[in-house]
């Protein structure tokens, strides 16, 4: 997905945006880059890889040899960024955050419309800040070119320009992902997570509204173009990309998963489905805090089976290539023997996509000697690829385990039943539940219900993106 953070101080806050910056490491595993400026040295940026190694030892050096009172730095699943843009709005300095499904349909458009080149990656694509550039010069100022960016953008785009003495933020218009500012005696700040700032001395003055455009400086924060309650952030940020310590629209994340737990045990008590189990366990790492919240509520003992080995493999997706990541996620897992050895075992895992982690976990399990794997799913089954945060690798719908099965019985005629399939309750919805614990080698399976979820969250519906589940913005 990727994150961003920058500041704007009476004094040098390149070690702020550093920091501030590897605090959101967790979002992105591809690249890292920082730009600053000061009139001395005038604009500073440097990129590097993160796929091999972290943001904070790429980095260091570079930090030292930089300067400015006016820094942002991005992590990026996607392109390499920030980029700078030379158009008649002058020198800048973008980066960006979400997706670009019609970028090709763009660029050639902007081509046809007189934009005389882009420069190109390696791969032969279009660099997303390079086009948010293009697109933001077809108008004669910052506020009417980023409006008009996000209007012709399908997906989902939030974006930061930094100019000589000012940063301007624009959360996506439908405010998937989160834009906060943070205040500090010295200046303000803007970032993705919360926690970020705080550590810095910054606190939380203020939170881009959907389709906000607010701009900040050593001063103070403006905001330029006015927001909307009307929002669509991705809930997933709670159940599971949002770091523990992570803030929301006021909501946080660990707060959030020990609700949402404690809603699956409660909805397994009254089902009669709670089972007859050891341990209640979460697979590391966001899948533990949803398991505690269902060990509080159902009563049955918390425990740790297994541990991530993460010193040096800290997400079991940083590699490329999909059979080192599986091969990686398998050799992270450390057993405690003792806890499972002839031990009846429920886990909590926040999601499951695929099924091919979670089928060798399993089977990691019995192998160290479990007598029964019990799984919950801390959200509903997903039954489509993300379009708006590219959430989910996979490149088919049919890679995801639920929808696998739906169009293996029923063909491409299935979709039409897929909120049967998501209930429990339904005759469809039993034989997915049976057919996964068959596939996976599970005793049990329930998933957490979009009810349930919408709950623990504690906003409207209305304002929570749940494409990933129902098919609908």
């Known amino acids: 997905m990727g994150g961003f953070f920058g500041a704007v101080s009476a004094n040098d806050c390149i070690q702020d945006v550093f920091f501030g910056t590897d605090y959101h490491s967790h979002l992105g595993t591809r690249r890292g880059g920082m730009t600053s400026y000061s009139p001395e040295l005038g604009f500073q940026r440097n990129i590097h890889s993160i ?10 050096h570079d930090v030292a040899a930089m300067r400015g009172n006016i820094c942002i730095g991005c992590i990026s699943d ?39 080149n ?8 279009i660099n997303s800040g390079g086009l948010i550039g293009a697109l933001i010069a077809q108008k004669d100022s910052f506020i009417d070119g ?25 959360r996506d218009k439908y405010g998937r992902l989160p834009i906060i500012i943070g205040k500090r005696s010295d200046g303000y700040c803007f970032s993705f997570e919360s926690f970020a700032y705080q550590k810095l001395g910054y606190t939380t003055c203020h939170e881009l509204k959907a389709g906000e455009i607010t701009e ?38 660990e707060v959030m998963r020990a609700r949402n737990g404690e809603i699956m045990a409660e909805t397994d008590m009254k089902n009669g489905k709670l089972p007859d189990v050891d341990y209640v366990c979460g697979v590391p790492d966001s899948g533990i805090p949803h398991a ?11 425990a740790r089976p297994f541990v991530k080995y993460t010193p040096t493999w800290p997400r079991s997706f940083m590699p490329t290539n999909q059979s080192i990541r599986n091969r990686v ?38 192998e160290n000697g479990a007598k029964e794997v019990h799984m919950r799913s801390a959200c509903p089954p997903i039954m489509y690829g993300c379009k708006y945060l590219n959430f989910s690798r996979s490149t088919s ?19 039409k039943y897929i909120n049967e399939y998501s209930d429990t309750n339904t005759e469809r919805g039993a034989f997915l539940r049976d057919e996964i614990c068959r596939r996976l080698k599970l005793t049990s399976l329930e998933f957490q219900t979009l009810e349930g979820t919408v709950k623990a969250v504690g906003k409207p519906e209305c304002q929570l993106c749940s494409y990933c589940w129902t098919g609908k913005q």
Request: with cysteine.
């Open 329 to 366: 996620a398998k050799m992270k897992l450390i057993p405690v023997h003792e806890l499972i050895e002839g031990k009846k075992l429920l886990f909590v895992d926040d999601s499951i996509v695929r099924g091919t982690q979670m089928r060798e976990t399993v089977e990691f399990l019995y």
């Open 51 to 60: 796929e091999n190694s972290p943001f904070r030892t790429k980095f260091e």
């Open 292 to 302: 505690i919240g269902y060990a509080n509520k159902s009563g049955i003992p918390f």
């Open 146 to 170: 980023i409006r008009y960016a996000q209007e012709k953008i399908e997906g989902t785009m939030s974006l930061v320009i930094m100019t000589k003495d000012r940063i301007i933020c624009a």
């Open 118 to 125: 882009f420069e190109t990656m390696s791969s032969g694509n």
């Open 216 to 253: 900040i400086t050593k001063d103070g924060y403006n905001i330029l173009v006015e927001g909307t309650d009307d929002m669509k952030i991705c809930t997933f940020l709670w159940t599971y990309y949002g770091y523990p310590n992570a803030c929301y629209e006021g909501v946080n994340v």
């Open 397 to 415: 719908e049919l890679e995801l385990i639920a929808r696998q099965i739906i169009d293996e019985r029923e063909g491409a005629e299935g979709v």
């Open 78 to 116: 996607t392109d390499p960024q920030p980029i700078m843009v030379r158009s008649k709005l002058g020198l800048y300095a973008v980066c960006s955050i979400g997706i670009i499904n019609n970028a090709e349909q763009l660029y050639i458009e902007l081509l046809e419309n007189g934009c005389a």
